[in-house]
């Protein structure tokens, strides 16, 4: 079943995009959601004229995404934690990842920024997508208190 995307799916896709999942997934989940429609002829073409109106924009917020990026691997990030030894009590998470730009005046979604459980402290990286096709490796430092 072929689908075009309304928002962006996370693991299927970005919006406007065309694809293609079971027919169940399309029909009983993104359909009733609100974050799909069926891919008919007539809706193709009408997304293709779309997406050449949008194209110029586009490329506007690819190119602010790229200012940030080079922006946010100019920072230092360091992220101090309470830990016995090199043990973290709990756990460093993109939430505290996102914490910490927002001090440093960055403002950036939890939901874009992919770094997964850490344990330890010492340095890290985590992934931060700020545009469908701009994706940076951040570093960072967990430190103990």
């Known amino acids: 079943m072929e689908l075009i995307l309304k928002q962006d799916v996370q693991n299927l896709g970005f ?16 359909i009733p959601q609100g974050f799909a429609t069926l891919a008919t002829p007539s809706a193709k073409k009408v997304l293709a004229e779309n997406l050449k109106q949008k194209a110029h924009k586009e490329q506007k917020l690819v190119d602010d995404a790229k200012k940030l990026a080079e922006t946010l691997k100019a920072l230092e990030i360091k992220i101090t934690a309470k830990a016995g030894g090199e043990k973290l009590f709990g756990s460093v998470t993109n939430i505290d990842i996102a914490e910490a730009l927002e001090k440093a005046g960055q403002p950036i ?14 340095k890290y990286s985590a992934s931060v997508r700020l545009h469908r096709n701009v994706v940076i490796d951040l570093p960072y430092e967990i430190i103990a208190e």
């Open 15 to 30: 919006k406007d995009d065309i694809v293609t999942v079971k027919p169940g997934y399309g029909r009983n989940y993104l």
């Open 109 to 122: 979604d939890r939901k874009f920024i992919t770094s997964g459980t850490v344990k330890r402290t010492g």
